[in-house]
């Protein structure tokens, strides 16, 4: 069966460095209801409910147990993806595809304030023989990385630091971006090194928050709805050892961007897609990712410096300040840049807005040491 998929409804918690106010039941709730005003929907009126969580990074083992209550989705169908938000959006799409579901909800949250310990959970991901006996940082691996991309692709640090500046500018027009800074990139060149060629201020910064979509097969839309289409959808995992994995290429955003593209019937991204929101937790992936994307023939770092990635470029990258505007939020980031992209294409994205936006792509990366990825393809029509 293949029916067409909408995003009828988002709601989304602006994100926060820090939320000791709130747990995040109180932060789901309030995008729930922002959720379902902006879809004209009642909880009673959802088929299936898929919430996106790591039980290692909650705490809890069997999280799903601790959701349906802030979604209205109790004695309802309800699944955890123990993965990033684009992967509860490719099953909540596929539920819908198969006809078994007709309207699904998709959740992902961070606490991000409440973990001690994060480098120690990551280190989990790494081969438990041969790399976490080593007990090294996690992103000592993407020192590494970023050091392999520059060489391959003949970037440089200086456009590094120049994705930062971007970023970062962004985001002061975007209200849901705590980190926006008027920061220029000789002050990115001259922050404190993490893991050489890694500066600090290269590093997303972490945050709270929740953001909710509301799907819908066509034929079941509420009236007075504005729909995103969804036009395609890819996911994929790529080698789990660092070992057997490509350094200087990100291989699983190409080939998941590859499986949207098809489905979406794209054959030149270049030319179709007008915006992208990817992920940039840290500064070099930016480019990485655009450049796996097929996003500019040629190449990201000679698009960022020419400003075709900029808000009025020919592709805006990151309008709404990126990750490294808006924060990490462990596994919500995807979900957090498919709003952003369906607010695009609805037109009230504010500040930020980008012109003419009609297709869009939001691309996620579950972030260091994995190789797992997903990509989104949105559409007016």
């Known amino acids: 069966m293949n029916r067409k998929v909408a995003v009828i409804g988002v709601g989304v918690t602006p994100p926060r460095s820090r939320s000791s106010d709130l747990s995040y039941k109180e932060m789901i709730y309030a995008a729930a209801v922002a959720a379902y005003a902006d879809a004209r929907l009642k909880p009673s009126e959802i088929d299936s409910f898929v919430t996106c969580s790591e039980d ?28 990033d938000g684009l992967q509860g959006l490719a099953a909540a799409f596929q539920l819908i595809q198969t006809g078994l579901m007709n309207r699904v909800v998709v959740e992902a949250h961070s606490k991000a304030s409440n973990i001690l310990t994060l480098p120690h959970i990551l280190n989990y991901a790494v081969d438990p023989v041969l790399n976490r ?23 440089t640090t200086e456009d590094c630091a120049r994705v930062v500046e971007k970023n970062k500018r962004a985001a002061l027009a975007n209200d849901r971006a705590p980190y926006g800074a008027d920061v220029g990139w000789e002050a990115v060149m001259d922050s404190p090194p993490m893991f050489d060629p890694l500066k600090e201020s290269e590093v997303a910064r972490h945050s709270d928050g929740a953001v909710i979509l509301v799907l819908a097969a066509g034929g079941y839309l509420p009236a007075d709805v504005d729909p995103v289409w969804i036009r395609g959808i890819g996911w994929i995992s790529d080698s789990p050892t660092l070992e057997t994995r490509s350094w200087g290429e990100a291989t699983y955003a190409r080939l998941s961007a590859e499986m949207a593209y098809k489905m979406a019937d794209i054959k030149d991204p270049a030319d179709a897609i007008d915006l992208a929101e990817i992920d940039d937790t840290f500064a070099y992936k930016e480019l990485q990712h655009c450049d796996a994307l097929g996003l ?86």
Do not use: C
């Open 133 to 155: 006996p080593l007990n090294v940082h996690p992103y000592a691996w993407a020192g590494m990385e970023m050091q392999a991309y520059l060489s391959e692709s003949g970037s």
């Open 56 to 83: 290692l990074l909650e705490g809890t083992s069997i999280f799903d147990e601790y959701t349906p209550d802030q979604l209205g989705a109790v004695q309802r169908p309800v699944h955890t993806i123990s993965g």
């Open 296 to 381: 500019f023939p040629e190449g990201a770092a000679a698009a960022l410096r020419s400003g075709s990635m900029g808000l009025n470029g020919r592709t805006p990258i990151n309008s709404s300040g990126g990750t490294l505007g808006r924060g990490n939020l462990l596994e919500a980031n995807g979900l957090y840049r498919a709003a952003e992209i369906v607010l695009q294409i609805r037109g009230v994205a504010g500040k930020h807005q980008v012109r003419g936006a009609s297709i869009g792509i939001a691309q996620a990366w579950r972030g260091v040491p994995t190789a797992t990825g997903a990509a989104a393809i949105f559409s007016k029509k």
